[in-house]
């Protein structure tokens, strides 16, 4: 079983610029939330539960906007991680309040504002040799931080801002024996320090599911 965050580990948050208006994202304002991936036997879309953290659930991810020609790709070919993908994040409303977007053949993924169609920053695996590494960027390209895989297996992040300040953690979670065999469903906790701004809190969250699409696909664990 992989190991429970280190309920001890402190964070400061660092400044994020960002261009346009910027709505608040209520679902985010805790110190953690789950991202748990929907079980199924064959996952032609990804879907996810988001839960606080008395385990109730306060928001989905759903993707949209699947073509024809990605879904055959995807149930004929095992291409998961070169696919293009949307994400649409919605509260409990069922409003959408973050959008993430990869492209064809890419290992980023772009977060926007869907209220406000404003770029919120991206999220980009490295192409290194090691462990894993994500850049975490503003709008305007700037580095936020760095996602670090803690362990070899890249199971557990640390979002490492400048000086060496930690912004938040991305923990895998193990979901079960029958889960973990049969099917390709992961969880992940998000956790965010008590005076993390809301762009940090919206990035974070756009790095657990950019863990998800861009390395866990059909178990991919790439260290390319």
């Not at 879904?71 to 959008?99: E, H, I, M, N, Q």
């Not at 169609?117 to 462990?131: E, H, M």
């Not at 024996?177 to 809190?201: C, H, I, K, Q, W």
């Amino acid at each position: 079983m992989d190991p429970e965050p280190d309920a001890g580990w402190t964070t400061r948050t660092a400044s994020v610029s960002h261009h346009g208006p910027m709505t608040t994202v209520p679902l985010l304002a805790g110190n953690a939330i789950g991202v748990r991936q929907r079980r199924k036997f064959f996952e032609m879309r990804n879907q996810y539960d988001l839960v606080d953290e008395t385990g109730a659930t306060v928001g989905v991810v759903e993707q949209v906007g699947q073509s024809p020609l990605t879904f055959l790709a995807r149930l004929f070919s095992d291409l998961d991680l070169w696919l293009p993908v949307t994400l649409d994040v919605k509260d409990a409303s069922g409003a959408t309040v973050l959008r993430l977007h990869k492209a064809w053949f890419r290992l980023q993924v772009d977060a926007t504002d869907p209220a406000t169609a404003s770029r919120i920053g991206s999220v980009r695996k490295r192409l290194r040799l090691g462990k894993a590494n994500f850049d975490v960027t503003s709008p305007d390209g700037n580095l936020v931080g760095t996602l670090r895989a803690q362990n070899w297996r890249a199971r557990d992040f640390a979002l490492v801002g400048a000086g060496d300040r930690e912004l938040g953690r991305v923990t895998k979670q193990w979901r079960g024996l029958l889960t973990e065999l049969a099917t390709d469903a992961d969880s992940y906790a998000v956790t965010f320090p008590p005076d993390a701004d809301d762009t940090v809190r919206r990035l974070m969250l756009a790095a657990a599911l950019s863990v998800d699409l861009t390395m866990k696909q059909k178990d991919y664990n790439l260290e390319i």
